[in-house]
T-cell receptor, first 110, second 110 residues
Framework: GIQVEQSPPDLILQEGANSTLRCNFS?????LQWFHQNPWGQLINLFY???GTKQNGRLSATTVATERYSLLYISSSQTTDSGVYFC????????????FGKGTKLTVNP | SAVISQKPSRDICQRGTSLTIQCQVD?????MFWYRQQPGQSLTLIAT?????????ESGFVIDKFPISRPNLTFSTLTVSNMSPEDSSIYLC???????FGQGTRLTVV
């Protein structure tokens, strides 16, 4: 079936700490993306990363498509990083439907 | 890139009434997607809206409850009909394989 699984479900950090979020996805899911949803509900696309590694400031992501997982790294975390991080992938067969994981809720304390 | 304007940003509605959510994109797009996010949950696709044809609904969502219009390539509406408290959610529109999302509509039904 179509599955996108994220871990951990919750994460609490002190400001300045680093973290790694994981996303496992099934064979029928491709073209991984990472999103951040802020406390007001706004959903921001962080990375479109079907494979390989990308970096944007303190954030980076790596997808190993052959092993069906993706990692999101957050370094030197800040309170503004708090929110929910979702990974999502497109279902197969040329579909443009995104399937989302359940998310990782990140809380960064000052 | 695409900029999506979604209205209203939030609303509190009486049960039994209907609310229409608007989504305006600053460029022409073939497909627009409507998602629902129930409290504390992930995003679930409601339907895909193509200009000039009926929307395609996902399992568990029906046209009578969530009628969608797509009058042109830059605009779509989603109506939540005959609302109950269970419809309290964030509703989001999206384009371009989920790369871009509107700001979301936070709906509370009382």
């Amino acid at each position: 079936g179509i599955q996108v699984e994220q871990s951990p479900p919750d994460l609490i950090l002190q400001e300045g700490a680093n973290s790694t979020l994981r996303c496992n996805f099934s064979d029928s899911v491709n073209n991984l993306q990472w999103f951040h949803q802020n406390p007001w509900g706004q959903l921001i696309n962080l990375f479109y990363i079907p494979s390989g590694t990308k970096q944007n400031g303190r954030l980076s992501a790596t997808t190993v498509a052959t092993e069906r997982y993706s990692l999101l790294y957050i370094s030197s975390s800040q309170t503004t990083d708090s929110g929910v991080y979702f990974c999502a992938g497109l279902t197969g067969g040329g579909s443009e439907k995104l399937v989302f994981g359940k998310g990782t809720k990140l809380t960064v304390n000052p | 890139s695409a900029v999506i304007s979604q209205k209203p940003s939030r609303d509190i509605c009486q049960r039994g009434t209907s609310l229409t959510i608007q989504c305006q994109v600053d460029s022409q797009v073939t497909m627009m997607f409507w998602y629902r996010q129930q409290p504390g949950q992930s995003l679930t696709l409601i339907a895909t809206a193509n200009q000039g044809s009926e929307a395609t609904y996902e399992s568990g969502f029906v046209i009578d409850k969530f009628p969608i219009s797509r009058p042109n390539l830059t605009f779509s509406t989603l109506t939540v009909s005959n609302m109950s408290p269970e419809d309290s959610s964030i509703y989001l529109c999206s384009v371009d394989r989920g790369t871009f999302f509107g700001q979301g509509t936070r709906l509370t039904v009382v």
